[in-house]
């Protein structure tokens, strides 16, 4: 299956959900390393992600890798050493992988369901507003309490890298997965 066409990203991510046959997940997650030590070598690599199932009633993996820009992704997508790969991984799948395109900021955005197929990206809109709103009430706390405190103690520099830092951290881990939450009905209405 090809990745999800999107326009021209920041950033370009592959989103990989796997299903390993029962007693074969050795195996295969031996195979799915060399995977991604193959795509390592591929200009505009960025790195990867592996998540394990998180409970012994989930079956999926997920591997996650990311690019520079939507030609390098394309080009490792559609390489023979990849699709090499990808063929070592199937004696070791119950299932085909489901493999997504996503943005950067559409990554953040999941849907309600993580072992059903992942339906299509919100519309840009969609993601536009949830980001700015998510963005917004992120960083205006944080200039109006932390910097007027980190400022007397650090160079402007440094306090705009700790603040970024921390703006981040809450938009990951806190502000995008409860506005996820809130508003999936709005953000994947026919999954409802």
Partial sequence: MNP?????ALHSTIVATAYPVAGKEQEWEHAIGNLI?????FRGYRG???LKP???DSSHYRVITNFDNDENMKRWYNSPE????????????????????VSEY????????VDAVRPKAPPKYKTFMIVWFALYVTIMPLNEVLKPLLIEHFSLLLTN????????????????????????????????
């Fill in 37 to 41: 030590r193959t795509a390592m070598t």
């Fill in 4 to 8: 999800h066409t999107t326009s021209e």
């Fill in 161 to 192: 890298a700790i603040l970024a830092a921390i703006g981040v951290a809450l938009l990951t881990w806190g502000v995008l997965p409860v506005l996820n939450r809130l508003l999936n009905r709005w953000l994947y209405p026919s999954q409802q």
């Fill in 48 to 50: 990867s992600m592996f």
């Fill in 54 to 56: 998180e409970s012994s």
């Fill in 82 to 101: 990849r699709l090499e790969k990808v063929a070592g991984l199937n004696p070791f799948q119950e299932r085909p992988t489901h493999i997504e395109h």
């Fill in 106 to 113: 559409e990554f953040w955005l999941t849907p309600p369901d």
